[in-house]
């Protein structure tokens, strides 16, 4: 039986480390890059090979992919540390990655992208960058040699418990529109279960929980499940907009926030129209019991309750 382990860029992160979990419950080795490991080991326990190194250096991304069957690439900069880092590492990094696994022989590669990018639209809403490196990784992943495969991840559900404050939903933008969402434990179980397949070469998979919800929507479930009242509010996008053209000198986060909830907000109407299909896919070509947004609103809400009574 071949020693050689699945490398997960990106593994301690908050996709990451489900795909990482899901590949041990599988009994796959696995391995993961962190610049430290004692933080990865926390968060990943001591199944996992933990090589401490860095992304952006070249000699690590080489000496990181011996004894590797298999890579997952979940590298992500968005948030406030290592936004100013995001070309470095989800564009430089990954091209790296890409071509010194082939040099090294590695065949099988899972690629994490935005759920879908579509430059007209992006272009319509006045983001044309927005996903421009996502769009360049899987035009090069397209044209390569590998055995790949490019899972578009959409929001997890935790969106919705981000903007939850005091008994209120208070959106920019007011996201009345539905967006597909999915729990954090199903992209993991989906994942895992991909790169080890050998039947999904050239695939572009979209992952959609059950159904799609807009935050109006959410708001009426979590009074319900909870029996605690929680009201919906509209905040105008523009000023979130002030605040990222403002705070831009200083850090590009609040930018990069503001291009994600002009997203959030106009997500394509035929992307929500498949959502059904997309998810019957799942069904029928994994092996996971999807979490509903309903679960994760009655675990997490609830338990919080709990805490606080």
Known sequence: MSSKKIMVFGGTGFYGRQVVKSLLDLGQSVKVMSRSSQKARQILGEQVAIFEGDVTNHSDIVNSLKDVKAIVLCLSAVNFKLIRKRQQIERDAVLDIMEEAEKAGIERLVYFSGYEMRPEV???????????????????????????????????????????????????????????????????????QTVLRTNLAGKRIRMPGPQAN??????????????????????????IRIVSILAYPFTPFPRFLYKSLKLLNNFPEDLIEKV??????????????????????????IAEQAEDS
């Open 122 to 192: 992006l272009k319509t809403l006045k983001i044309p960058d927005f996903g421009s490196i996502m769009m360049e990784i899987e035009g090069e992943i397209k044209r390569s040699a590998f055995n790949w495969t490019i899972l578009g991840a959409p929001p997890s559900f935790e969106v919705f418990f981000a903007f939850l404050r005091n008994g209120k939903l208070a959106v920019p933008g007011g996201g009345k529109n539905p967006i597909p969402t999915v729990s954090p434990f199903d992209v993991g179980k989906i994942a895992a």
């Open 214 to 239: 807009s935050f109006p929507e959410v708001a009426k479930k979590m009074s319900a499940i909870t029996g605690q009242k929680v009201k919906h509010i509209a905040i105008p996008i523009t000023a």
């Open 276 to 301: 059904p299909d997309d998810h019957q896919f799942l069904l029928e070509n994994f092996d996971y019991e999807p979490i509903t947004l309903e679960r994760a609103i009655q675990e997490k809400l």
